[in-house]
């Protein structure tokens, strides 16, 4: 099963909303809402991601 990216988009938001979303989750979506341009959402999500953040710090330095 192949997935665009507004049907991820959608997943991630979904988890989102539920309160289910890790940091990849919100990474994701902040990630999506940069390529739209809605920036302060775009913001929003990438700082939540850096706050639930429990990988290496290299992978955390491309969020920031």
């Given at each position: 099963m192949i997935l665009c990216p507004c049907s991820?988009?959608?997943l991630s938001q979904?988890?989102?909303r539920s309160g289910?979303?890790?940091a990849?989750?919100?990474f994701e979506l902040g990630a999506v809402m940069l390529r739209r341009k809605f920036?302060?959402?775009a913001t929003k999500y990438l700082l939540q991601a850096i706050e639930k953040w429990?990988?290496?710090n290299?992978?955390?330095a491309q969020v920031r």
């Amino acid at each position: 099963m192949i997935l665009c990216p507004c049907s991820c988009f959608s997943l991630s938001q979904e988890q989102v909303r539920s309160g289910d979303a890790g940091a990849t989750e919100l990474f994701e979506l902040g990630a999506v809402m940069l390529r739209r341009k809605f920036y302060p959402a775009a913001t929003k999500y990438l700082l939540q991601a850096i706050e639930k953040w429990d990988g290496d710090n290299p992978d955390l330095a491309q969020v920031r």
